[in-house]
């Protein structure tokens, strides 16, 4: 079954948001594999977000990050990373819907409360970097 990386940032903790975050992928149907909280360190931030080291953000991106605990978790279902993306709207929050996590919750693209995979290539190394294989759950182990 098709697997995403998300992850609460420490905006969203600090608003106390993981609730109503967990609730929308549950309701919508997707499973929970895994899931913690945690402090990133910074090398991780940096591996996590290696795409877009030579952005002028990158240093603003790695602060962040670490800032505070972030909620990394595992979700799977059908569609599961497309999906996750739809639910959680533009990445920049002026132009997410309404209905959306940041459209609802954001305002600036730095603070915009959850990051998502965005293919299938970066959920699987995503998942890779954030947890060891005994940390999740197999659904589909008596199928
Ligand atoms: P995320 O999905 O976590 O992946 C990369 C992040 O870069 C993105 O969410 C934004 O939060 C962040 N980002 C994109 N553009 C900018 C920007 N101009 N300034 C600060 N952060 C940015």
Redesign the pocket.
Known sequence: MEKTFI?V?PDGVQRNLIGDIVSRFEKKGFKLAGGKLMSIPNALAEEH?GE?KE???FG??VD??TSGPVFAMVWEGENVIATARQMMGA??PAEALPGTIRGDYGIT????V???S?SPESAEREINLFFDKEELVDYDKND
Do not use: A
């Open positions: 992850m940032k977000y877009h952005r002028p953000f603003e991106l962040f990050i990445t920049k693209v730095g603070k915009n959850i990051h998502g965005d």
